[in-house]
Every structure is written in structure tokens, then in C-alpha cells.
């Protein structure tokens, strides 16, 4: 699967970056086995908002501390593109054309005949069928603002890192649970990244993208009680009946995107088969139960894969999106 971005040799450093946390993998190589350090910090409120860097004086301190801290200059880094910024939608292109040829088209018509929501754009895309009538091959666009993308960079070349990645993140994470899933075609897995600021919904089926929306999870910080110990968060809820509720409502967006899935895009055809829960969120135990009591389908956790025993270090679930970008060779 591609990525955003691509230059550069080689990475040690990935981070995943939300509007309340900041985290963070170090490994020697592209891969889970070969970790060196892991940390996370909390973000102050009014930093980023929904992926967008509002405050840019507080973020450069705040990152400047954490490069610092955690020993990061001079270190080639991938990141994952703030959720929320991402902007997909399955085009119709003619068939006769080769992957680079989609590319030149893509860039030739963006703006024109193939709108999205901002001026200038980053974009990759994925095939997804060959098969359609009137001499049409179907793809799955991803874009993101370039300005979004240059922010980041900036900062971290500021901090003299060097970014060579920037990759989405649920095509980063489906990468990690395919090498558990090879042989799984049939499947139709719908992956929640279920955190305490979104949810990130995605489906695939037969290893490709065929759906993504991001959800903005209502999270007040008042309600948590927040502890750094050492590089580590430990958020305790204060208000448990209120913050499930909250979930609740959620529970209802994710079942509305499965019957959307089902009879609006498949006319009741195909259907979700698994999901695979994810996430930083610490009542994910409690959704998956409520998963599987409303839908009845199987909720499989990161416990499920094998190949996280690959990993040379006891590392917190809640860090399997750095850890899923550790596999992207550049």
C-alpha cells in the first residue's frame, strides 16, 4: 500500500500525532522487532485542533521539548496524517491506463473534473476494480491539504529531523493485521481506531480500502484524570456515566456506517464480516463487549495478531499505530 509522501532512505523514528496525545516508536529497522525506545506525551488544549496545528508558537515548544527529551534530532521520522484532514472518494478512470498514467491523470483533473475540498493536495490512490463497463477501472482516492503536510514538516525539519513518510493511518494499520491475513480474501473487515478525541472508521475487502470516515468523538478533558508517569499517560475516567453515554451515542454512528455499508453501497449484498477494534481509548474493553452483544459480528483486538510477537519489547496496545508504520519501508 502507498503512502502520501516518499523520500528519503531510511526511518527510525514513527509518530501518530491526535489533537490529546503525541506518540512515538523508535526502532533500528523497518520493523516491530528491532524497538528501542517508546514514549507518549499529553498535548495541551488549543494545540492542534482536528489535526491542524492552531497554535504554532505552543507546538514548536511543545515538540521542540519532546525531540529533545526523548533524543529524536537527526533522525530520519514517518508520521501518520492527521485523521481528520483526510479527504477519499472512488473514481471512475479509463481503463487503458497504467498506474503512472492514473497519476498524471489524477493530477491533471484534480481541480477540474475531480473536485475535493482544498486548493492544494498530497494524494495517492488504489485500484480497486478492472471489471467495469464503458471501458472504466475504478480507484480509491486519498488526499490531504498540502499546506497540512508542509506544517508538519517544517516543524520537524526545525527540530532536524528528517520526514520521509507520511502515511494514512488506516492503511498503515491494515497493513499490520494483512500479515496475519493473507489468505483471508474474502473477508470484510471494517477497523475501528476507537480514541478519546475520534473514531476511525475504515473498511476493506479482499486486502483493498472501500470505505474511511473519521468521526469526531466528543471528549472533554475534565472529565479524564490525566498522570504522566515517566514517558507513559494514564488517563482515569471521573465521569463514567456520562462518558458512556457519550460511547453510546458513538455505538450508534458505527452501526449506521455498517447497514450504510450493507444495503447503500452493497444493496444488501456484501456485509461486514469482522471488525477489528483498535485504539488509546480506555473503555475499549467495554466497547468491544457491546460491539458483539449489539451486532453480533466477531470483535477481534490486536491481542488476535501473531506477528505482534514479533515485538522485541512490552509495549502498550494504544501504541499499535506507530507500531503499524515501523513496517513502511520508504
Same mark, same amino acid.
Given at each position: 500500500?502507498?503512502?502520501? !509522501? ?7 523514528? *514513527?509518530?501518530?500525532?491526535? +489533537? ?14 528491532? !524497538? ?7 498535548? /495541551? ?9 492552531? @497554535? ?12 529533545? #527529551?526523548?533524543?529524536?534530532? $537527526? ?6 496524517? /492527521? ?5 477519499? $472518494?472512488?473514481?471512475?478512470? /479509463? ?10 491523470? !489524477? ?25 467495469? #463497463? @464503458? ?15 508542509? +506544517? ?30 493473507? +489468505?483471508?480474501?474474502? #473477508? ?41 508517569? @515517566? ?20 455505538? !450508534? ?50 491481542? *488476535?495478531? +501473531? ?24
Amino acid at each position: 500500500m502507498g503512502s502520501i !509522501i516518499k523520500v528519503g532512505k531510511k526511518e527510525h523514528v *514513527s509518530f501518530q500525532i491526535k +489533537d490529546h496525545i503525541f506518540r512515538c516508536v523508535v526502532t533500528k529497522h523497518a520493523s516491530i522487532d528491532s !524497538i528501542i525506545h517508546y514514549y507518549e506525551r499529553v498535548i /495541551p488544549e488549543g494545540i492542534l485542533e482536528k489535526g491542524k496545528i492552531i @497554535d504554532s508558537e505552543s507546538f514548536e515548544m511543545f515538540l521542540s521539548d519532546c525531540v529533545t #527529551e526523548w533524543k529524536l534530532k $537527526r533522525k530520519d521520522m514517518k508520521f501518520l496524517v /492527521p485523521d481528520s484532514t483526510i479527504f477519499f $472518494r472512488q473514481l471512475d478512470v /479509463p481503463k487503458d491506463l497504467s498506474k503512472e498514467e492514473i497519476r498524471g491523470y !489524477i493530477n491533471f483533473e484534480i481541480g477540474s473534473t475531480i473536485h475535493v475540498p482544498f486548493e492544494e493536495v498530497y494524494f495517492d490512490f488504489h485500484l480497486l476494480d478492472d471489471e467495469l #463497463e @464503458d471501458e472504466k477501472q475504478q480507484i480509491l482516492l486519498f488526499a490531504v491539504p498540502e499546506k497540512v503536510i508542509q +506544517d508538519y514538516v517544517a516543524r520537524f525539519e526545525e527540530e532536524k529531523m528528517t520526514p520521509v513518510v507520511a502515511d494514512v493511518a488506516p492503511l498503515s494499520l491494515y497493513r499490520l493485521y494483512m500479515q496475519d491475513h493473507l +489468505d483471508d480474501m474474502n #473477508e470484510q473487515v471494517m477497523q475501528l481506531e476507537w480514541d478519546l478525541s475520534s473514531i476511525n472508521i475504515s473498511i476493506f475487502h479482499e486486502h483493498k480500502p472501500v470505505f474511511m470516515r473519521n468521526i469526531t468523538q466528543y471528549f472533554s478533558r475534565e472529565d479524564w484524570e490525566l498522570t504522566q508517569h @515517566d514517558n507513559l499517560v494514564e488517563w482515569v475516567c471521573k465521569q463514567d456515566e456520562k462518558v458512556e453515554g457519550e460511547l453510546q451515542d458513538s455505538l !450508534i454512528e458505527v452501526e449506521r456506517v455498517i447497514d450504510f455499508y450493507k444495503y447503500t453501497m452493497n444493496k444488501g449484498e456484501k456485509e461486514v464480516t469482522k471488525i477489528f477494534l483498535t485504539g488509546d481509548h480506555p473503555k475499549l474493553m467495554l466497547m468491544q463487549k457491546w460491539l458483539e452483544d449489539s451486532l453480533g459480528v466477531l470483535v477481534e483486538t490486536e491481542k *488476535s495478531l +501473531d506477528i505482534l510477537s514479533k515485538v522485541n519489547m512490552d509495549v502498550p496496545h494504544r501504541f499499535i499505530l506507530p507500531l503499524s508504520l515501523c513496517l513502511k519501508e520508504v
